[in-house]
């Protein structure tokens, strides 16, 4: 064909929603996440104890199989807040996991190659970049949190009754929230790094850091002083206290026991101050062009 006979042929395919352009990033993502087979048989190993947790559910409304095994399982493990709060403990530690294995790479790899003014020479705005890739890690970390917990909690109801659900309904929200709280911590935080650190294992160690390292801290600094203002140095601990509130569970950082209103605010409010400060770094880091002085 000659060449003047090539003349320009707008897209005439299906076009994505504006609203939704951004969920092309983890769809994509997701794609190469999951090629490792290593990766997929952690992440279902994270649906381990939801299934144990639901069996547990269910043996306390089987009479047979509790005579069968000879066993009070309401008065071992009683199906409370507790209860529940113990799902989220170890289903966050699935979700910490997890984040230091794909959040370090989320930005760093597009930083890295200069991969940034690929993205936003298209119609997508930096907003809906971040969202896109703040996704990958939330949707993930909501697979394994507060969705498997909802549904411990309605199998729950039902196998219970409409009364348990009245008098428990509090417990479901006490889910939504922690797990939310937690994915916005985890995600702002990886990205962040990521943003900041191109080196994919250095990023991996500063997120374990993070999160780690200033416990120490904050648990001497409440040792010592029978406090609990040493949680603020640490979102470990910080996002502890406001689990453990949420769930109406005490817990005892030296004097961080008295979840007092005043202790409550502060720990928000520094909750929210660590999610400012991460955000502040994306706005600075991702970026179409960076100047080199």
């Known amino acids: 064909m000659a060449v003047y006979d090539q003349t320009y042929r707008p897209y005439s395919g299906e076009l994505t929603p504006a609203r939704t352009r951004f969920l092309i990033i983890p769809r994509y993502a997701y794609r190469d996440i999951f090629q ?37 399982l309401s008065n071992i ?12 403990n170890a289903q966050q530690t699935f979700a910490f996991i997890l984040t230091i294995l794909i959040g370090p790479v989320l930005i760093s790899r597009d930083v890295a190659n200069n991969a940034l003014p690929l993205y936003l020479s298209r119609p997508f705005s930096r907003a809906e970049y971040v969202a896109g890739k703040m996704n990958v890690l939330a949707i993930m970390i909501s697979a394994i949190t ?58 991996s160690c500063a997120v374990f850091a993070v999160f780690v390292i200033p416990g120490i801290v904050a648990q001497t600094i409440n040792l010592l002083f029978k406090t609990w203002w040493g949680n603020i140095f640490s979102l470990s601990d910080l996002m502890r206290f406001l689990v ?50």
Not at 45 to 71: E, G, T, W
Not at 77 to 88: E, H, N, Q, R, T
């Open 36 to 72: 490792s087979k290593l990766f997929t048989a952690f992440f279902a190993l994270s649906f381990i104890c939801p299934l144990v947790m639901a069996i547990l559910i269910y043996l306390h409304h089987n009479v047979a199989a509790l005579k069968i095994l000879q066993i009070n």
């Open 77 to 88: 493990v009683p199906i409370d807040g507790s209860f529940f709060l113990a799902f989220f």
């Open 146 to 203: 507060w969705a498997p917990g909802l549904l411990l909690f309605l199998f729950q109801s039902y196998l219970e009754g409409a009364g348990w659900l009245g008098r428990n309904l509090w417990i479901a929200g006490a889910l939504i929230l922690a797990s939310l709280a937690w994915i916005v911590t985890l995600t702002l935080v990886a990205m962040a790094i990521s943003a900041w650190v191109k080196w994919r294992l250095a990023a």
């Open 244 to 293: 453990y509130n949420m769930f109406r569970e005490p817990i005892g950082f030296g004097g961080g026991n008295k979840m007092t209103a005043f202790a409550i605010l502060v720990h928000w409010l520094t909750l929210f101050a660590a999610w400012g400060i991460c955000l502040f770094v994306l706005t600075r880091k991702v970026r179409a062009y960076e100047v080199v002085r």
